[in-house]
C-alpha cells in the first residue's frame, strides 16, 4: 500500500509540473527501463545473476521465482513489459519485439492480455493494414500462451477452496496478515499465494465475521 501511495503521488508530480512539457522524455525513460529489464532477463536466462540472486519465492518452498529481470517479481516484470510494448512501437516496430521476452519469461496471463490488446490498439491506429495481418497470430499466440489457465471457475475459485478450510475461526478469522503466513500453494502454475487477490475474502480469512461486518458497514 505504501508503495501504492507513493507511486500515485509521484505521478501526480510528473503530470502536474512535467508531464506536458517532457512527455516524450518521460515516455523514454519507461521504454529505456523495459529494454534494461528485458536484458537482464536474458541474462538470468543465461545464469548471470548480479542484481537480484534468483531462488525459492518463499522460504523453505521448491518454488523458483523464475527470470524477473530487475523488478523482483515476475509478474511486475510481465506488466512493465505490456505497458511498454506500445511506447517502444512509436519509436520504432522493433523495439516492440524485445520486451516479448520478459513476457514470456513473466508467465503471468494478465500481462500477456494486456500486450495484445495495447498492440493490437496501437496497430490499429498507426498500421491499419499490419493490424489485420497480426491479428489471428496474436490470439492464436495467446491461446498458447494461456491454455494452461483456462478451466471453468478460475484460479480465485480454486485459491477460495484451497484455502477456505485453514480459516480456524471463522467468527474473528485466523489475525491480522494470516492469509500471507499461511503460505497457501495452487499446484497448477506452482505459485505461492501471499494475498488472496479479492479483499473481501481476504479480510474474512484473517478478521472472520466480525472483521468483515465492520468492512461492510465502512
Known amino acids: 500500500m505504501f508503495q501504492m501511495i507513493t507511486l500515485a503521488a509521484g505521478f501526480f508530480v510528473m503530470v502536474r509540473y512535467s ?3 517532457h512527455l516524450k ?5 519507461f521504454s529505456a527501463l523495459a529494454l534494461l529489464n528485458s536484458f537482464f532477463v536474458a541474462l538470468q536466462m543465461n545464469g548471470v545473476n548480479f542484481y537480484f540472486i534468483q531462488g525459492p519465492e518463499r522460504p523453505e518452498s521448491d518454488i523458483w521465482i523464475g527470470h524477473a529481470g530487475i523488478m523482483f517479481q515476475r509478474v511486475f516484470s510481465g506488466g512493465l513489459s505490456a505497458m511498454a510494448s506500445p511506447i517502444l512501437f512509436y519509436f520504432h516496430p522493433a523495439l516492440a519485439v524485445i520486451p516479448i521476452l520478459a513476457l514470456w519469461k513473466s508467465y503471468c496471463s494478465a500481462a500477456v492480455i494486456g ?3 495495447a ?3 496501437t496497430l490499429f491506429l498507426l498500421r491499419r493494414k499490419l493490424f489485420y495481418l497480426t491479428l489471428p497470430l496474436l490470439f492464436i499466440g495467446t491461446w498458447i500462451f494461456m491454455k494452461k489457465d483456462f478451466h471453468l471457475f478460475g484460479t480465485e475459485f480454486d485459491l477460495w477452496v484451497f484455502s477456505f478450510p485453514l480459516i480456524k475461526d471463522h467468527g474473528f ?3 491480522l496478515a494470516s492469509f500471507s503466513e499461511s503460505n497457501i500453494l495452487w499446484a497448477g502454475p506452482k505459485m ?5 487477490h479479492n479483499e473481501t475474502f481476504q479480510i ?6 466480525a ?4 468492512f461492510l458497514q465502512i
Request: proline letters at 0%.
Open 19 to 21: 508531464g506536458e512539457r
Open 173 to 175: 478469522g485466523n489475525g
Open 204 to 209: 474474512y480469512f484473517e478478521y472472520g465475521i
Open 211 to 214: 472483521g468483515l461486518y465492520l
Open 115 to 117: 500486450f495484445v490488446v
Open 119 to 121: 498492440i493490437n490498439i
Open 25 to 29: 522524455g518521460w515516455l523514454i525513460a
Open 192 to 196: 505461492v499465494f501471499k494475498e488472496a
